[in-house]
Nanobody
Framework: QVQLVESGGGLVQAGDSLRLSCAAS????????VGWFRQAPGKERECVQG????????YMANPVEGRFTISRDNPRNMVYLQMNSLKPEDTAVYYC?????????????????WGQGTQVTVSS
């Protein structure tokens, strides 16, 4: 089992930055791909960014390209999402998720382990 806890969300203004953190515990997940997802009210959960166990970024959604950066610290079992130049349309609950197996996926149904989420609200 893997337990994930996100933190770092909050209420900010457009143009501000936030850094989300995801702390993993339980079975080591340093070998598996990790994804940051978000879900806005009335919308489906979507993958924002993904990262391989080696630290290489494997996926970046077009709406966040150039503004968000994913990183991981395997010895500390931490994954981060640095979000700059935030926009109101970035408002959502953000989740980190760990997938069994080595192949990254943007499909949330492929992920076995999820955190509880952290709310990000961007005002205009």
């Amino acid at each position: 089992q893997v337990q994930l806890v996100e933190s770092g969300g909050g209420l900010v203004q457009a143009g501000d930055s936030l850094r989300l953190s995801c702390a993993a515990s339980g079975r080591t997940c340093s070998e598996y791909p990790v994804g940051w997802f978000r879900q806005a009210p009335g919308k489906e959960r979507e993958c924002v960014q993904g990262i391989k166990w080696s630290g290489g970024v494997t996926y970046m959604a077009n709406p966040v390209e150039g503004r968000f950066t994913i990183s991981r610290d395997n010895p500390r079992n931490m994954v981060y999402l640095q979000m700059n130049s935030l926009k109101p349309e970035d408002t959502a609950v953000y989740y980190c998720a760990v997938k069994d197996g080595m192949v990254f996926s943007t499909n949330p149904n492929d992920y076995a382990y999820w955190g509880q989420g952290t709310q990000v609200t961007v005002s205009s």
